[in-house]
């Protein structure tokens, strides 16, 4: 279903794929921006990207049961960190790692960014997940 695709030519990536193909006619579930909100609307872990990211994919969880998904058929992600140090963003990425978000492994875009949408947000993740037949109807 999922075809995941290491080029050779290519730098190795650390724990994704350079593309993943989806056959034709497999339905996509296009997430929304995942964010480090609990159910009441307040922020986690105000100030920590690391329990930031934990919330955030928490939800993405969420957000992915509630389409019939899970995070083992995310085909492709886009991290967004609010940081210039290579070292929170590495740090958000052990997240995601342990999570096992980047079972596959998945096409992934790490990105530092001056900021995101909520007051103190720090962590945002985007996904691109498989919905398999019958799942989410």
Known sequence: MIQRVTVPTLFPPPSYSHA??????????????????????KPAGEGDP??????????????LRAVGSSLD?????????????????????EVVEASGL????????????????YPGQLVEITATAVVPDGAGS
């Not at 989806?22 to 609307?41: C, D, H, I, K, Q």
């Open 102 to 117: 980047s079972t596959g492994p998945h096409s992934s875009t790490l990105i530092g960014v001056a900021c995101l949408g």
């Open 73 to 93: 058929l995310v085909v492709a992600t886009d991290v967004y960190v609010v940081s210039d140090e290579p070292a929170a963003l590495s740090a958000v990425w």
């Open 50 to 63: 690391v329990r930031q990211a934990r919330q955030v994919i928490a939800n993405l969880e969420e957000q």
């Open 20 to 41: 993943s193909v989806v056959e034709a006619g497999t339905r996509l579930a296009f997430l929304a921006g995942s964010v480090p909100l609990t159910a009441e609307g």
